[in-house]
């Protein structure tokens, strides 16, 4: 079958922060010479980073007492010392930069009197460092990078193609396969270098702060070609989560001074983290939100049942919440018809980021089980670990992140490129033909057992948001992993019912239901082997952290029978030993 190839030096796989951080990164590093290819299933503006509420934090003050030292200190602590701190060092020295670049961008950012960058307080952050833009920081900062990468020829955005495989042989990069979904066809990208940009997965969880789209494809597609997951079963829940919808509130509320009421009006917050209060890290509030709601002190709502905490804004008063929190403001106005400034919101904590993904080194390039770099392969974003985060993101080191790694990446990337632009690399037909076979004779033509896949998606989110959520025992994450197992193997017996080829949004959902069950899979099995507590990783049978047996990264492997296999590797300790985390 004559197919559509498209050669470039560098592939970009998503077009969010990450994504266009390191497209203009590979532009900037090679003088333009880099042609550049940005594949998304999106169009660009659609990426869930666009949503992104808060904050991105730097240090920018050490002349009011904010130092890199702390920030590294902050963000490791946080991690509940699962981070690299070595990888926590370059980002947190990189900041500083990335919000300057951006800011000669032309990013908006919000000022103080005297001009410079304002920064308000995030959960964790023992200093207020969250660089921000109202409460729309990811709108502006998309568009500030999307406006400057359409100066360059040399980038060629592809929306609305769906990645469906990573081409790999000899543990070279070669480019990937993808069906561009107007035409339902499948085209090869070739490409000297990759950058895996592909966000996180929190659609795997029903209760959700995470755009629709976000199905864990890359995390799926590296898996399925070799590549290990990292760190998956820690999963952050965000606090705030707007009930019933789960749409965010921002934690810049909380920063702004946002307080957390249970139904007997308290701000039991208190008991839990007596200093930081309700700017503790994620983990820390969202289970003792849950603790609250379990021990009968939450409300409740009668039309969806779900239970939840009061979120009072009130006090911050008019003004300011029409500067500094107008998108909250508007978001619960059309969905719960409240008015912050005049009333109480129900909240309550909702899946939100992945502080695991595929795994990287400090560089941002991917690697294999056994340390060796897959060639040409790099990771960026919320797709990849390079070891920040550790067990729990801090609230505004997310965007972060996707910057540095985004930089970073794209330059080598494009230094590799054009080092190995004589290299010759021809189609490889095998892989390419298994995965058109997959698909089309497969998926899409397959007779199937009449299975139905949006069912099977469902249930999969029911059972995450039951048994590997905030709290987690081995009786309910070997009824979760059981449960899986069924949904993988009636996936199956699938049938499509759409046969047509243009927009076909029945096959790219059946694919991503397939790449949501491996995900999820894999959180399961790490979380169920991982018997301690640590982060946003809670056994209620194990409740205690384990440095003993568990100051390690959890490493999945695809099993031969299609199953994850464990491994461990150490954590990179360069400046402090753990300690207890009190806040
Ligand atoms: C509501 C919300 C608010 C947040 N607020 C903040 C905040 O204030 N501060 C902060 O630091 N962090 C925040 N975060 C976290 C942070 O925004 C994200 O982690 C980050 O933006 C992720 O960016 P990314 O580039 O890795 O991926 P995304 O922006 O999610 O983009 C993923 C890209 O990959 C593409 N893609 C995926 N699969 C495929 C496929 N199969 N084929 C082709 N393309 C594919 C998509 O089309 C998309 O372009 C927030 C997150 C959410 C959900």
Redesign the pocket.
Known sequence: MPRDVLSYDVLV????????RAALQAEIASNGKARVAV????Q?M????????????AVLRPEEGDSIELYMWDTIKGGDFLSDQDAVERYCRLMTSEVLFLDHLGLPWERRPDGRIDQRPFGGQSFPR?C?AGDK??FFEMHTLYDNLLRFDNVDFFEE????SLLIRDKTFYGVT?IDMKTGDLRVFLGKAGII????A?QIYKFT???R???G??YA?AYRAGIPLEDMEFVQFHPTGLVPSG??I???ARGEGAILLNNKGERFMARYAPNMMELAPRDIVSRAMMTEILEGRGFKDEESGMEYILEDMRHIGRDRILRKLNNIRELALRYNKIDIIEQPIPVRPAQ??MMGGVRADIDGKVLYADGTWVKGLWG????ANVGVHGANRL????????LVW?RLTGEQAAKYALEHQNDSISVPEDQVEKEEKRIYDGLLHGRGGGENHYKIREELRETMDKYVGIFRDEKGLTIALKKIKELKERFKEIYIEDKSLAYNTDLIMAM?TQ?MLDVAEVIATGALARKESRGAHYRTDYPKRDDQNFLKHTLAVMGPDGSPQLEYVPVKIVYWLPVERKY
């Open positions: 796989i998503g077009s969010g922060l990450a994504g266009l594949i998304s299933k999106l660009v659609r990426s869930h980073s666009v949503a992104a509420e808060g904050g991105t934090s969250a921000y920081i990811g193609h769906f990645v469906t993808a940009a592909t966000g996180g929190g702060t995470n755009a789209t976000l199905t494809d890359g597609i749409v965010l921002t934690e810049a939100h980021f960026a974003g919320e797709a609230g505004s080191n997310g965007t972060g992140v996707c985004g991503e790449n």
